[in-house]
C-alpha cells in the first residue's frame, strides 16, 4: 500500500486492487491524476472533498486511513 498524507489523514492506495474505472481521476481530477508522478496530490483539494471522493472508489483501492 502506498500512502499518501492530507492534515490528520492518509490516503491508501493498493494498486493490485485497482480496477482502473478512473471513478477518482473524473471526480476530482485536481488531486487524482494518473499520468503525473505522484499521481495522488491532496494538497489539492479540502480534506472532506478528497474523503467524500475516495468514498466512491468501486474497487476498494483507494482508502482513508485515520
Excluded at 492518509?10 to 485497482?18: L, N, T
Excluded at 487524482?32 to 494538497?43: L, M, R
Aim: proline content about 9%; aromatic content about 6%; glycine content about 4%.
Amino acid at each position: 500500500m502506498k500512502t499518501y498524507t492530507k492534515e490528520d489523514i492518509k490516503i491508501g492506495w493498493e494498486p493490485e486492487k485497482c480496477t482502473h474505472s478512473a471513478k477518482c481521476a473524473l471526480g476530482l481530477p485536481k488531486v487524482f491524476k494518473p499520468k503525473d508522478k505522484p499521481w495522488v496530490q491532496p494538497e489539492n483539494a479540502t480534506k472532506q472533498d478528497i474523503i467524500n471522493q475516495i468514498s466512491k472508489c468501486p474497487s476498494g483501492a483507494l482508502s482513508i486511513i485515520r
